[in-house]
């Protein structure tokens, strides 16, 4: 085994599969692994590379396979079914996760350190607290829209949903009144942490010189710096802003052929979270503009003029992502392109 070049290991809880091969594609060996062996293992091998798929644990995995020397590559599991043959185990999965690391145009997932997972955590968190909120807000609008309390969406208007309850010239059965106190308590719970939350966000986003300077940018905030910091990959990773606007799926989808182009819809196809907020950010923008008025001539006041707002708002996000590559990699503030152009 001391020609092994790559070593693919298909991760699990418990048992884990290890598939070695020689440079020329052909099988080393093949291991069952538990988790108490699976360092001492890779220790004894040469320095090689090692190639698992992105998922749960793959990161601290990542981690700690490094400090043994060897180069860990992630690869998104998507990019590893095609190297599958036939019936789906464990064993194939580690041969298909070797194969797909062996090709030269590979892509592979960056490994994130400790604080990139931990702040994700916090960003994920208060997503999900959000996402209840929202669910509890539903239910309770919903609930009391039987009986006639109607109000608009949005945790702003919850107020008057609570005076409803409350005031006794509205004729409604005390057991729903009762209910509907217990929505507005659990609301509150969420709507706490959430803050908190915000504000552990803003505090970090204060700290790096990063986040700092992605927040010069009109349309993005704390929330929005600290996940990109989060969840994407060090922006050297990509030769253009272009590749960085495509991993976030802010690009048509293409059907080209036949040396025809044939672009689509946005494609959706990358990092959901930070184009999420990219969007609402480019959203905002375009609020204050059309309240405000865009500066004639410059190219949001043309797209608004002859576009949907929604179809501004994504393209809006996608120069946003190219401009964001390009602080980043230049280690410069935000500088307006029509001003410049001036």
Not at 187 to 200: F, M, V, Y
């Amino acid at each position: 085994m001391n020609n092994v070049t790559i070593i693919g290991i298909d991760l699990a809880k418990h048992v884990f599969h290890a598939h070695g091969a020689h440079i020329d594609g052909s099988v080393a060996f093949r291991k069952r692994l538990t988790r108490a062996q699976m360092l001492p293992f890779l220790s004894a091998q040469p320095r090689c590379m090692v190639v698992m798929e992105a998922c749960a644990s793959a990161h601290e995995w990542g981690r700690a396979i490094q400090q043994l020397g060897h180069d860990v590559r992630l690869i998104p599991p998507s990019y590893v079914k095609p190297y599958v043959k036939r019936q789906k185990n464990d064993t194939a999965d580690a041969e298909a996760i070797a194969e797909a690391g062996s090709r030269p145009t590979m892509r592979f997932v960056a490994v994130k350190t400790e604080e990139q997972q931990a702040r994700s955590m916090v960003f994920r968190t208060r997503d999900l607290l959000v996402r209840q909120r929202t669910q509890l807000i539903n239910a309770l609008r919903g609930h009391l829209a039987e009986h006639g309390l109607v109000a608009p969406q949005g945790p702003a208007h919850l107020k008057t949903l609570a005076k409803a309850l409350d005031a006794t010239d509205v004729a409604m059965p005390q057991l729903v009144r009762d209910i509907g106190r217990t929505y507005l308590e659990q609301i509150e719970h969420p709507n706490s942490k959430i803050a908190d939350l915000e504000k552990t966000l803003r505090r970090e986003a204060q700290f790096g010189e990063e986040t700092r300077r992605l927040q010069t940018m009109p349309g993005i905030g704390p929330i929005t710096a600290m996940a990109v910091e989060a969840f994407a990959p060090p922006m050297q990773t990509f030769k253009r802003g272009r590749d960085f606007a495509a991993w976030l799926g802010l690009v048509p989808v293409q059907h080209s052929t036949g040396g025809k182009q044939r672009l689509g819809r946005t494609s959706k196809m990358g990092q959901r979270d930070i184009r999420r907020l990219l969007i609402i950010g480019a959203m905002a923008v375009i609020r204050w503009a059309s309240r405000r008025g865009a500066r004639p001539g410059s190219w949001l006041s043309r797209m608004m003029e002859r576009k949907p707002l929604m179809l501004v708002a994504v393209a809006l996000a996608n120069k946003m992502a190219r401009a964001i590559w390009a602080m980043q990699t230049k280690k410069e503030d935000y500088r307006d392109p029509d001003l410049a152009a001036a």
